[in-house]
């Protein structure tokens, strides 16, 4: 017990991006767009910020960060609702963008032992407050009730006076500043980009939205779970259960597998918002 604090904050530590993921997929999925490219806007903003801000300051790498992420969010609004190519294949195609080239412009550009340096405090004390500010807007606002409108049926939202393409725009808009965040937030544990640094925490973000049915504070909630549960897996990496000795690779899985079983379990049981995927 005595090294609960401890734990609790670095499961703060390791949900913050997953927080600022699953809430900027909330808008996504929310207005009706299916976004498995979480995971690329992720890890281009990651990339970015490291990059630029090695040379320019954190401030400068932060708003790289953001850019590159919104750029690509962009691009998938653009491919789902001007050519009306299909959500899931986007999303795979804006992933694909974001391997090959952070991939290269880390090879190309990389400035060997230079690091950036971020405080973690801040990034983490904002993804609670926009979490609760997400939650209001989901209820209490006219945006909040357009988005909510168009993701559960674009033809009746037109026949509102909404526009679906529009709202969804700026709903990815809001996607891609929060993926950036979180792209940024991993940068402040080791100050450089690393191939792949995401490690899948993109999808872990957009299971947790389905588990918590597309509700942000649910979603929050997830996100903390799985932070919670993977500090508790670094915790107990090397240490005995009784007279058994796990290996690390079965920690390192855990938290994964947990959420896969969850998925299994209760993503099912979740309505899914009726418009996801319509024009």
């Known amino acids: 017990m005595n090294n609960l604090p401890d734990l609790l904050l670095i499961g703060l530590g390791l949900a913050t991006p997953l927080i600022f993921a699953v809430l900027g997929g909330y ?3 929310r207005s009706g767009v299916i976004n498995i490219g979480l995971e690329g806007m992720m890890l281009s903003s990651a990339c970015a910020t490291a990059l630029v801000g090695v040379h320019h300051g954190p401030l400068a790498g932060l708003a790289a960060g953001i850019l590159v992420a919104t750029l690509l969010s962009v691009l998938h609004w653009v491919a789902t609702q001007i050519y009306r190519i299909d959500h899931v294949i986007s999303g795979m195609a804006v992933n694909a963008i974001a391997a090959g080239a952070t991939n290269f ?27 609760a500010g997400v939650a209001f807007m989901a209820v209490k606002t006219r945006f909040g009730l357009r988005l909510t409108a168009v993701g ?12 679906p393409p529009r709202t969804r725009l700026w709903a990815l808009l809001a996607t891609g500043i929060l993926t950036g965040l979180a792209g940024s937030y991993l940068v ?36 903390l779970a799985f932070g919670l549960m993977s500090g508790i897996s670094l915790k107990l990496q090397g240490q005995a259960l009784g ?3 796990l290996p690390e690779q079965f920690w390192t899985a855990a938290p994964y597998t947990i959420t896969v079983i969850a998925l299994a379990g209760f993503g099912a049981r979740q309505r899914t918002p009726a ?5």
């Open 275 to 279: 418009g996801l995927g319509k024009f």
């Open 152 to 163: 559960a049926d674009p033809g009746k939202a037109r026949l509102a006076g909404i526009n």
């Open 188 to 223: 402040t544990e080791t100050g450089v980009f690393t191939d792949n640094m995401t490690a899948g925490k993109g999808y872990i973000a957009l299971a947790a939205l389905i588990l918590a049915g597309w509700r942000p504070i649910p979603s929050v909630v997830a996100a």
């Open 243 to 245: 007279p058994v000795t």
């Open 105 to 131: 412009a880390n090879g190309k550009f990389a400035t060997g032992s230079s690091t950036v340096t971020f405080s973690e405090i801040p990034f983490q004390v904002g993804a609670m407050v926009l979490a």
């Open 27 to 29: 808008f996504s999925e």
